[in-house]
Nanobody, 121 residues
Framework: QVQFVESGGGTVQAGGSLSLSCAAS????????MGWYRQAPGKQRELVAR????????NYADSVKGRFTISRDNAKNTAYLQMNSLKPEDTAVYYC??????????????WGQGTQVTVSS
């Protein structure tokens, strides 16, 4: 079983930036596509960014395209989400997880605790 520890959240003003990190345990990190998800109060969890196992392919939800950048360092078993030009609607708890495969939104493992991102107007 793989476990994830997300960090880097906080409170920022609209237009600001945050950088999230996701540290994964286990030896299977480099074999899996990874995704960043978020869940706002009263809403379903949604996938906002994904990256292939080697890092060569990425894909973003329309709501974050051009503002968020996903990356990974397989040597460090860590995935990242750089978030720029943040908007109040980006406020949510952010989670990472491996994907069952790159072309799905389904997570492979149990969820970590997530990291709270709050954007004030």
């Amino acid at each position: 079983q793989v476990q994830f520890v997300e960090s880097g959240g906080g409170t920022v003003q609209a237009g600001g930036s945050l950088s999230l990190s996701c540290a994964a345990s286990g030896s299977t990190f480099s074999g899996n596509a990874m995704g960043w998800y978020r869940q706002a109060p009263g809403k379903q969890r949604e996938l906002v960014a994904r990256i292939s196992n080697g890092g060569g392919n990425t894909n973003y939800a329309d709501s974050v395209k051009g503002r968020f950048t996903i990356s990974r360092d397989n040597a460090k078993n860590t995935a990242y989400l750089q978030m720029n030009s943040l908007k109040p609607e980006d406020t949510a708890v952010y989670y990472c997880n491996a994907l069952l495969h790159y072309y799905t939104t389904a997570p492979r493992y149990a969820w970590g605790q997530g990291t709270q991102v709050t954007v004030s107007s």
